[in-house]
Nanobody, 123 residues
Framework: QVQLAESGGGLVQAGGSLRLSCVAS????????MGWFRQVPGKERKYVAG????????YYDDSVKGRFTVSRDNAKNTVYLQMNSLKPEETAVYYC????????????????WGQGTQVTVSS
């Protein structure tokens, strides 16, 4: 079993930055691809970014390309999402997930999920 815990969310003004962290415990995630999703109440959870098990490959939704960067430190069992130039419409709960394929852009492509961290972007 893998337990994931996100942190780093909070309130930021439009144009600002946040860095989210996702720490894994239990079984190591060094062999898993990792993904970041976000969800607004009443809407489906949407893919944001993914990274391969070794960090060699990264994938992004078109809406965040050039502004968000996903990275990982397997020695620390941690995955990061650096978010720059944030927009109010990106207010959501952000989740990290572990799975087999970093470019899997659907919820069912991941086996383990964190509890999420709230990101609020004020205008």
């Amino acid at each position: 079993q893998v337990q994931l815990a996100e942190s780093g969310g909070g309130l930021v003004q439009a144009g600002g930055s946040l860095r989210l962290s996702c720490v894994a415990s239990g079984r190591t995630v060094s062999t898993y691809a990792m993904g970041w999703f976000r969800q607004v109440p009443g809407k489906e959870r949407k893919y944001v970014a993914g990274i391969t098990w070794n960090g060699a490959g990264t994938y992004y939704d078109d809406s965040v390309k050039g502004r968000f960067t996903v990275s990982r430190d397997n020695a620390k069992n941690t995955v990061y999402l650096q978010m720059n130039s944030l927009k109010p419409e990106e207010t959501a709960v952000y989740y990290c997930a572990a799975g087999r394929y970093a470019n899997a852009r659907y919820v069912g492509g991941y086996d383990y999920w964190g509890q999420g961290t709230q990101v609020t972007v004020s205008s």
